[in-house]
């Protein structure tokens, strides 16, 4: 399994967590885990988006033969479109195996 950590500051965390949650919604199971959402996206996959008071903590995981960069890059693209009247921009982390 591959994670991928980052990070968004935005002054509204749970909004953008929301919004890309509902926006996914089709894609799989949302849960609410110790204040987490957690998505369960299928192969595998998975999204946490942790709510903080500054910024938006994001996480997506992949099996080893999963596509786990096309993820992160579709996440990426998202939270920022969602953003972008605030310029709002994911920093992502390294990469752990």
């Not at 946490?48 to 997506?60: F, K, M, S």
């Amino acid at each position: 399994m591959g994670t991928i950590t980052g990070r968004m500051a935005t002054h509204r965390p749970a909004r953008y967590a929301k919004q890309l949650t509902s926006h996914w919604s089709a894609h799989g199971p949302i849960t609410d885990e110790g204040g987490a959402l957690v998505q369960r996206l299928g192969d595998g996959r998975v999204l946490v988006l942790r709510p903080a008071t500054d910024h938006l903590h994001i996480e997506v995981s992949a099996p080893a033969d999963g596509d786990i960069s096309r993820l992160a890059d579709a996440v990426k693209a998202h939270l920022e479109r969602f953003g972008q009247r605030e310029n709002l921009s994911v920093i992502w982390d390294r990469t752990t195996q």
